[in-house]
């Protein structure tokens, strides 16, 4: 089996704060055969120029966009890759044998997965580690999973270029998780590295977006789950989030 290419992808906008965190991510890999795409959103902070003075970056486009997905989707259309595998700006792979730990996993299978994925850190500005996420990866993973919610992380989620689609465009705050589901049903292998593979930087989502993306995901997941196991599926949560509440005596 041949060594992979994978296409790791950054979309930006403005983003010169949080950019070289990511940049010196990639560019410490131990293992390079990558190509490194920067698609950015005609930031106006310099944001173009720090990406163009990594020598990890391979590409790097800037020209107003449709917002976050739309850039995903002209990242998905400039990539050559076997894999895709989206790194958003102050994200980053978890160490310098990232790629080559998942390489190595992938040399001992006889031919190459549809789906690769793993755990995600979760980092604060200061790049301190807060645990993984809440939500953890299942041993085998199907587009079933999802149910439970996005289970794992877009950061960690790597499909093979061939079986991602676009992104759906109808969901502004979502289409992630839209698109994941997709890529796993076309899917038909899937390779747990049992590594966390990237960091999440925590953001501190507004209350607004976070009511506009679970809003989105609810939607989502009636179309792919159906409407009476989503309902059921959600009084659970409500109830496990509730309990979980009262064991840390916050109500």
């Known amino acids: 089996m041949g060594r992979p290419l994978f296409s790791i992808i950054t979309i930006t906008f403005n983003a010169a704060g949080t950019l070289p965190a990511t940049l010196k991510s990639v560019e410490r890999q131990t293992f390079t055969d990558y190509e490194y795409l920067i698609v950015d959103g005609a930031s106006t902070d310099g944001t173009v120029a720090i990406a163009q003075h990594s020598a990890a970056v391979s590409s790097v486009t800037s020209e107003p966009d449709k917002g976050l997905y739309d850039a995903m989707n002209k990242g998905l259309q400039k990539a050559t890759g076997d894999y895709v595998w989206f790194i958003n700006a102050g994200d980053t792979l978890c160490s310098s044998d990232t790629v080559q730990s998942v390489v190595s996993r992938l040399q001992k299978r006889k031919a190459l997965p549809d789906i690769i994925y793993g755990e995600t ?131």
């Open 121 to 251: 850190n979760i980092v604060d500005e200061e790049r301190r580690s807060l645990g993984l996420r809440r939500l953890r990866a299942p041993r085998k993973l199907s587009w079933k999973s999802f149910r439970m919610g996005m289970l794992v992380c877009h950061q960690s989620f790597i499909p093979k270029r061939a079986i991602a689609p676009s992104y759906d465009l109808q969901y502004r705050y979502s289409a992630d998780f839209d698109w994941c589901i997709r890529c796993m049903k076309q899917a038909r292998s899937f390779c747990n590295t049992h590594l966390t593979l990237s960091d999440f930087l925590d953001g501190g989502t507004s209350t607004t977006q976070r009511k506009a993306s679970l809003r989105e995901r609810y939607a989502i997941m009636c179309k792919y789950y159906g409407t009476f196991v989503t309902v059921l599926l959600h009084g659970w949560f409500a109830i496990r989030f509730y309990t979980a509440k009262c064991l840390k005596g916050r109500v």
